[in-house]
């Protein structure tokens, strides 16, 4: 087994920020730990890459444990490297002094790894002549050097703006492909989330409450907290489910009917459909998303084109694959 965690806990001021937490990867695989602020993912990643300290459980990585940041002098273990939100370069170095003291690889295999971190054009530059994105590049960089096997990623996209953000995913791709190296990273948002994602453990209050591929947990969340942490969404209670009548597939079974705005859709007829009523009509780039009253409940309704006004008649339906029940 690649990396396997196995029941980490971990209290502070006498309250669990981690419980019991177990999970494994394999070598290549894509994981993403997310969760709300305060649920315990950097905690954990810090334990995983030997950079925080566990009250129990082990963490194994290629077969050997990964000893805590208090059972050793430095913290780190060998074949991992752990990039925190909280990177620090020194001031009015230049790049290539900075990455030179952790290089020991040849002067080809280094350009490599600073071509993939697209920072090849900045090594004569000074630290404090960088920009937050590109200093956050360099800072992989110099761990990238040190040939790690697992590169684990703690919020590298927060801060960044959408261009920064953009180059960012490519390196991330590239680091994974092209280098083969094994990535973990930390994110909370669903655009950088679900493209990237072999599989997704999302954390509440120091667990992990659902773990998955991503079309499981974008589709098929166990609760409203992981429904929300990926975008927006329709429930529609047992007491009004009866708004849905009339649409097939559908079963009333005293549960909860949870709904992604996109899959919902406007009918040209009213054959296995139901009326309703636009409300508002939004733009967002790429679609559109309108609030759309039924017999007594709104829905929230993603479409591609901008045909729909607002105080429009319309009909929408629903394909029963698209309906989770909660």
């Known amino acids: 087994m690649f990396l396997e965690v196995s029941n980490i806990s971990k209290q502070q001021h006498g309250a669990y920020i981690l419980k019991e937490v177990s999970f ?95 920072i090849s054009h900045l090594l004569k530059r000074k630290t404090d002549q960088l920009s937050g994105g590109e200093k956050q590049r360099i800072a992989m960089a110099r761990l990238l050097i040190s040939s790690p096997r697992l590169f684990l990623l703690d919020e590298p996209y927060s801060n960044l703006d959408m261009i920064h953000k953009s180059i960012l995913k490519k390196v991330i791709n590239d680091i994974g492909e092209r280098l083969g190296i094994t990535c973990m ?28 591929s991503p079309a499981q947990i974008y ?70 998303e309108a609030e759309i009253m039924l017999a007594g409940a709104a829905l929230t309704v993603k479409v591609a084109d901008g045909k729909l006004r607002k105080g429009a008649k319309v009909n929408i339906t629903i394909a029963p694959e698209a309906v989770w029940y909660l």
């Open 24 to 118: 494994t990867q394999q070598q290549f695989q894509k994981i993403v730990i997310a969760g709300e602020t305060g649920s315990g993912k950097s905690s954990l990643m810090k334990i995983v890459g030997g950079m925080g300290q566990a009250d129990s459980g082990t963490v194994m990585f290629e077969g050997k444990r990964v000893p805590g940041a208090l059972e050793v002098l430095i913290p780190g273990h060998p074949g991992t490297a752990y990039l925190s939100q909280h990177f620090e370069l020194r001031n009015n170095y230049r790049v290539e002094e900075i990455l030179s003291y952790a290089n020991k690889l040849t002067d080809e295999e280094a350009a490599e790894i600073y071509a993939i971190c697209r």
């Open 219 to 288: 589709n098929q969340p166990v609760n409203e907290y992981v429904a929300g942490l990926f975008g927006k969404y329709n429930l529609i209670t047992p007491a009004n489910v009866a708004i849905l009548a009339g649409l097939p597939g559908i079963v009333f079974n005293e549960k909860s009917i949870f709904i992604r705005p996109e899959a919902i859709k406007i009918a040209r007829t009213k054959k296995d459909a139901i009326p309703g009523k636009v409300l508002s009509v939004d733009y967002y780039g790429s679609y559109w």
């Open 185 to 212: 990273l930390i994110s909370h948002d669903p655009l950088d989330i679900l493209p990237w994602a072999d599989e997704i453990l999302v954390m509440k209050d120091g667990e992990i409450v659902q773990q998955g």
